[in-house]
């Protein structure tokens, strides 16, 4: 549980609806020139549905979660070298600093 908390915590602005898709793409946004990126958004996906087994179902965690956790290492670092560029009254400042365009409207992007 802490895991998931803690990607939702760095790769996001705000909870709501499809969080774990916006995580998953997030960690392939950032990790995009590193090897194994898919390998990385698989392991994050499986966290989140051990998550909700867990929060949803009451079910234990089975799963081996060191890929998770290695997935959270590669992105962590690059995520937090960017915090000072981010600007301090943004609303979705990770979505700025990751460069996610999803939901951005073509009017927004010009």
Same mark, same amino acid.
């Given at each position: 549980?802490? $895991?998931? *908390?803690? =990607?939702?915590?760095?790769?996001?602005?705000?909870? &709501?609806?499809?969080?774990?898709? /916006? *995580?998953?793409?997030? !960690?392939? +946004?950032?990790? #995009?020139?590193?090897?194994?990126?898919? #390998?990385?958004?698989?392991?994050?996906?499986?966290? =989140?549905? !051990?998550?909700?087994? +867990?929060?949803?179902? &009451? /079910?234990? %965690?089975?799963?081996? $979660?060191? @890929? %998770?956790?290695?997935?959270?290492?590669?992105? =962590?670092? @690059? !995520?937090? $070298?960017?915090?000072? %560029?981010?600007?301090?009254?943004?609303?979705? @400042? +990770?979505?700025? $600093?990751? &460069?996610? /365009?999803?939901?951005?409207?073509? /009017?927004?992007?010009?």
């Amino acid at each position: 549980m802490s $895991l998931a *908390i803690a =990607f939702e915590m760095l790769l996001t602005d705000s909870s &709501g609806r499809d969080m774990t898709d /916006q *995580i998953v793409r997030r !960690v392939g +946004i950032v990790l #995009r020139s590193v090897p194994h990126v898919r #390998r990385n958004e698989r392991a994050v996906r499986e966290l =989140f549905s !051990v998550r909700g087994d +867990i929060v949803h179902k &009451g /079910q234990e %965690a089975t799963k081996d $979660l060191r @890929p %998770a956790r290695r997935a959270y290492a590669a992105v =962590f670092l @690059p !995520v937090a $070298l960017g915090l000072p %560029a981010v600007e301090p009254t943004s609303s979705e @400042p +990770i979505r700025m $600093l990751v &460069g996610d /365009q999803e939901g951005v409207t073509t /009017q927004a992007r010009a």
